[in-house]
């Protein structure tokens, strides 16, 4: 046998890892629907073919104890008598979760996980199946095939094929016995693939009856319709095999008419997913992340050109006014423009993946979870089909899983508890996501008790985070936002699920991290959401641009809900915040820049504010002068370049100059923190130019 190459062997294992994660993700929603209709067959064939398919792949890639055992579990699915007292259910749960281990530990190369636990359910349900009565045959020849040829019939199976036991009665009256063999199997090759024929060809001469074993997509009465040979078969009887193809489900003979039924189970008969997206499949390709961020990449540094040259046509336009070629340039440009924004757009759209990828891992935890805690849980989920960019979607599955666990445990009471407020002892989760404008919003709610703001002080104070009169002076919205300091949580005992103090800080900072935000909405006996708002993508944005102290910074123009211009002498204070009315709303003020007093030379002076928005709130950034709005390629600066968080990224312009693009999230944390004077947000180095940046 011809090995395969180690960059081979190392690229299939690597393609094993990554459709098994797929296969284990059906094997959990299988497991799932099968929970709630333990007696569906076709759930338990699905999750056998799901098994299988495991198994071949495991062997092929050498990992035998991943083969061996998958293949147990193969057989011991085999099952007729769906009312066995082995749950097929949980049997399903513990492989996936055992397959996921191994998967991880032949990944990095660990020792395997102990794999006791679901050998003894497999030899559980293996020993009821020998218990039970066996199903009575059909009257007909019982053949011996191989386990070559019972293989081959599973593999037909799993292409959504049916398979046949077809019983020919040879002519005592042929003319021609010794052809018989080879006229029948003529004729049923027009229909079917043939796995296995008895008797052998070398004794098939004086047989008065001929099996074969078939593979086809058609029914019992075209089989028998082509086994209708006049003078050379006298009958024909047709038996449909069942998964473990040694009992038959359906019988059909020619010398009756085929039940209408027979066709019927035919037509609805599930086709495998395989099966039924084989085409679509040949037209998909998979292509690593890191190819498509490089051709990201390159558009990226397309559109930084693209502003080198709109710069290069307005200085030719201002020195050559009247020349004719400035039209036919901006022609050319605009043209250029056109199409570079399609490319963009075209590659961020092979990025996008549905959340329903994200989403599909939730049903499994959602239950696992709530049989720790003693609940009874509804999933609903909705908005599956919205894209994000992948590289976001992976980012936010951990903060999402805090707080659906969250929601769980602390969220939604026990069913005792809910039956005593007169809610539904089944409490809700509802996951959802959907685009508004160029954000991608999430939001998980609950039918719960709600968050009581006031327990969160005294819990707060009760661990130092906070003093009475700090939580005197604390708005609701405050308080509730004490959810989210490090350490803090409201749980009374430490379980696998809370009580650590850990989880919702970490959401907020992985937000920040992504350049967005969580809110928070609760209500008293009626539940709680979280609403994750996160960009569509990270790589290019439209920017807002201005200067402060001379130095040129940029932030997300969907950020930015309007433009104010006031004097100085309109600024107020409450405590220690600086603020403007506006319209009749108060909107506070914050000052960024190296100056303690901020003030401009003159009291009566003008200055611009810019109204951002972070979530339900409000800011107001105090800046020297506009600059205009700008297409910004984002590009990461690493901890020497810049050590502050209030800075998430740099940008080249058209003409050279780098801007830097404020972090907003992390902004309105240090001014909530510091009160009105921000700080500046530490300069690059003085060596940094655009071609370090660009790197």
Known sequence: MTQFSDDRGAEMRELFF???QELLQSLNDDALRLENAPRDKELIRSIRRTV??????????????LSDLSHLMEDALAVEDISATVSLAELAFTAADVFAAMLVAYRQQIALPDAAPLRKMVEKLAGHKSEMPATPKPSGRDVAWTEYELRSADDARDQGKRTFHVTAQVDPLCAMPIAARQLIANALESVAEILGTRPEASTAAQAKVLDLLIATTRNQAEILAKCQIPTVIAGTECYELNASASKSETVARADADPATSAEKEHDTEHVPAAAQGKHNSENTLRVDAERIDNVLNLVGELIIAKSMMQQTLIEFARRYPKDALRPKFADAMGFQARVLNDLQRSVMKIRMVPVEQLFRRFPRMVRDAAKKCNKQVRLVLSGQET?????????????????VRNAISHGLESPREREAAGKNPMGTIRLDAYHQANHLIVEVSDDGGGIDANKLKAKAI??????????ERMSPAEALDLIFRPGF??????TEISGRGVGLDVVRSVL????GTVELETQQGHGTTFRLKLPLTLAIIKALLFRIEQRLYAIPLNSVAEIARANESEIHKVDTTEVLQLRNQVLPLARLGQSQSGRTETRGGKFFVLVTTFGERKLGLIVDALEGEEELVIKALDDQTVATDLVSGASILGDGRVVLIMNLPAVMERFTRDGTNVGHFAMLSSATSATEVRQ
Do not use: Q, Y
Request: net charge negative; glycine share 6%; hydrophobic share 40%.
């Open 489 to 494: 949580s409201t749980a009374e005992e430490i």
């Open 462 to 471: 009760k661990v130092d985070l906070i003093n009475a009169e700090e939580a």
């Open 512 to 515: 920040h991290r992504l350049k």
């Open 387 to 403: 894209d994000l960019d992948k590289g976001l979607l992976d980012a936010i599955a951990e903060p999402l899983t805090h707080i």
């Open 52 to 65: 299988h398919t495991i198994k071949g792949d495991a062997a092929a890639c050498g990992f035998k104890d």
């Open 18 to 20: 990554e459709t098994t």
